[in-house]
């Protein structure tokens, strides 16, 4: 009996080991089929063009194992994905869309003050005319130790950071804690932040007695408005000419550029035309009512000069309207189109290309992008007229019948190579150490009480005329171990003395 029992229990144990493997041989076959479905699904079951990305993501959030950080993973991967359609199509944080848009609006919000920090701490060089700290009593000069009961000074602080929290809405407060030459304390300045205009036009002055000259920083939100001024003032002085300096100048507001074009154009003059793949193409032309059609008008530009600047000069050259001097422009022709979120964050995303009326397309190629300048270094282009790169098929004529070149910027009428006059090693020492600012602000302070009582230029060249300038700068750069041979001193005073 025991020897029957036993056998029973053998063969139930068999059969439940076959039902075993039979069940987990189903499951295997089951799961198998089910990771085949998952790793085949179809990349055109969404639909358009982005079916696959959105498979990835639909995926990732439906099988994940851990809780995702949507918001993270969304700013870290949209800039990405503009970098790979082209160098300028970018993506701003809230933070970084305000910034980036500050300085072409023409004003923002802050304390009216411009500053320095050549040795940690930050030095007022400028108090704006008008603004909440010339009401407060800032005076150029001051030092800024303290914002809001917070030490800046000396802590290796940011000058971004510095900004930071000098800036803030109108209406509100900072205190400022201001240490002053000649005062033992500090001084503490409460000021009512506010708006704060913005200048494009750095300078407007008279060369000579007929010729007038303007440099345009950027086309902001006001540059043609103030250039409208400045023009109305060279001319009651008798400016027959116009030298119009957009060296360095990155550009803009499109509009600007148009309505600067519009006033040294004849009516049905082309300034501009936009083109690409979803954009039709769209000319803009200038109207003949500006002030300033037959002024005549010579443009300055260089590799920095790009964008509106570019459009600028191009519509100038294309239609014979100016003759321009210097280097061959930037080379950014792209029209951005900005789109903003709720969030506060946007995007300027490349929709065209800029062309100029001869049919030129301002934008120079993408290869080798960020090593664009040292190639023109290489390549003497910088130096040499010959070296500019142009290719017979990228030739276009002019309103005239001129022969112009496309390729990317603008090439120039007149080049004008880069200066490399002052570039010893004296200078290039001052340079790397700040010698030269770090002098003016050491000779400004000796000499406050009598700066401050300069109004005109003539007695600003009087007082330098009569101060030991050239002195006291070997003095200062001997001080901090600079010391010039006769020969690099020679080469490099002029430019050293104008920049302290």
């Given at each position: 009996m025991s020897d029957k029992k036993d056998l029973f229990y053998k063969i139930f144990q068999i059969i439940i080991l076959i039902c075993a493997i039979l069940l987990l041989a189903i499951m295997a076959v089951r799961f198998s089929s089910s990771l085949k479905t998952k790793s085949q699904l179809d990349v055109n079951a969404v639909g358009g063009n982005w079916s696959k990305l959105m498979?990835?993501?639909?995926?990732?959030?439906?099988n994940y194992m851990e809780e995702i950080d949507y918001s993270k993973i969304t700013e870290d991967m949209i800039p990405k994905i503009l970098k790979e359609l082209d160098p300028h199509s970018v993506y701003?944080?809230?933070?970084?869309?305000?910034?980036?848009?500050?300085?072409?609006?023409?004003?923002?919000?802050?304390?009216?003050?411009?500053?320095?920090?050549?040795?940690?701490?930050?030095?007022?060089?400028?108090?704006?005319?008008?603004?909440?700290?010339?009401?407060?009593?800032?005076?150029?000069?001051?030092?800024?130790?303290?914002?809001?009961?917070?030490?800046i000074a000396g802590v290796k602080l940011p000058q971004d950071s510095m900004v930071t929290l000098i800036k803030g809405p109108r209406g509100s407060t900072v205190h400022v804690g201001i240490k002053r030459v000649g005062e033992?304390?500090?001084i503490d300045f409460p000021i009512v932040r506010d708006v704060i205009p913005t200048n494009s036009v750095d300078v407007a002055f008279m060369l000579n007695d007929t010729t007038g000259f303007i440099k345009l920083s950027k086309f902001a939100r006001t540059?043609?408005?103030?250039?409208?001024?400045?023009?109305?003032?060279?001319?009651?002085?008798?400016?027959?000419?116009?030298?119009?300096?957009?060296?360095d100048n990155t550009g803009g507001y499109l509009d600007q550029a148009l309505m600067l074009s519009n006033e040294f154009l004849n009516k049905g003059d082309l300034v501009v035309y936009m083109e690409g793949r979803k954009r039709e193409r769209q000319d803009l032309f200038a109207d003949g009512k500006g002030a300033f059609k037959d002024l005549p008008l010579a443009i300055l530009i260089n590799e920095a000069s790009a964008s509106s600047s570019e459009i600028f000069a191009g519509a100038m050259q294309d239609n014979d309207r100016a003759v321009i001097y210097g280097l061959r422009s930037f080379g950014k022709g792209l029209v951005q189109e900005p789109v903003y979120f709720s969030d506060g964050?946007?995007?300027?995303?490349?929709?065209?290309?800029?062309?100029?009326?001869?049919?030129?397309?301002?934008?120079?190629?993408?290869?080798?992008?960020?090593?664009?300048?040292?190639?023109?270094?290489?390549?003497?282009?910088?130096?040499?007229?010959?070296?500019?790169?142009?290719?017979?098929?990228?030739?276009?004529?002019?309103?005239?019948?001129?022969?112009?070149?496309?390729g990317g910027g603008i090439?120039?009428?007149?080049?004008?190579?880069?200066?490399?006059?002052?570039?010893?090693?004296f200078i290039a020492k001052c340079n790397r150490q700040g010698a030269q600012s770090k002098f003016a602000i050491a000779f400004a302070d000796r000499h406050r009480s009598e700066l401050r009582n300069l109004n005109t230029l003539e007695q600003v060249n009087e007082f330098l005329n009569r101060s030991n300038v050239e002195g006291e700068f070997l003095n200062y750069a001997a001080s901090i171990g600079l010391v010039p041979t006769p020969a690099q001193w020679n080469q490099d005073k002029e430019m050293i003395l104008t920049q302290s």
């Open positions: 498979l990835v993501l639909n995926s990732i959030d439906n701003f944080s809230p933070s970084e869309l305000k910034e980036a848009e500050e300085p072409l609006q023409g004003n923002f919000d802050g304390i009216g003050i411009m500053f320095n920090v050549p040795n940690d701490t930050a030095i007022v060089t400028n108090v704006i005319v008008g603004g909440p700290s010339e009401k407060a009593g800032l005076l150029s000069g001051d030092r800024i130790i303290t914002v809001d009961g917070r030490n033992e304390n500090l540059s043609y408005m103030e250039f409208i001024r400045a023009m109305a003032d060279l001319t009651s002085k008798g400016m027959r000419r116009l030298v119009f300096d957009l060296r964050s946007g995007i300027r995303l490349t929709v065209a290309h800029f062309y100029t009326p001869s049919g030129r397309c301002i934008q120079k190629p993408f290869d080798d992008y960020e090593m664009d300048f040292a190639k023109r270094l290489e390549t003497g282009e910088l130096f040499n007229a010959d070296s500019i790169k142009v290719v017979d098929s990228l030739k276009y004529t002019t309103k005239g019948g001129r022969v112009v070149y496309g090439i120039p009428d007149v080049f004008v190579p880069l200066d490399t006059v002052s570039t010893n090693r």
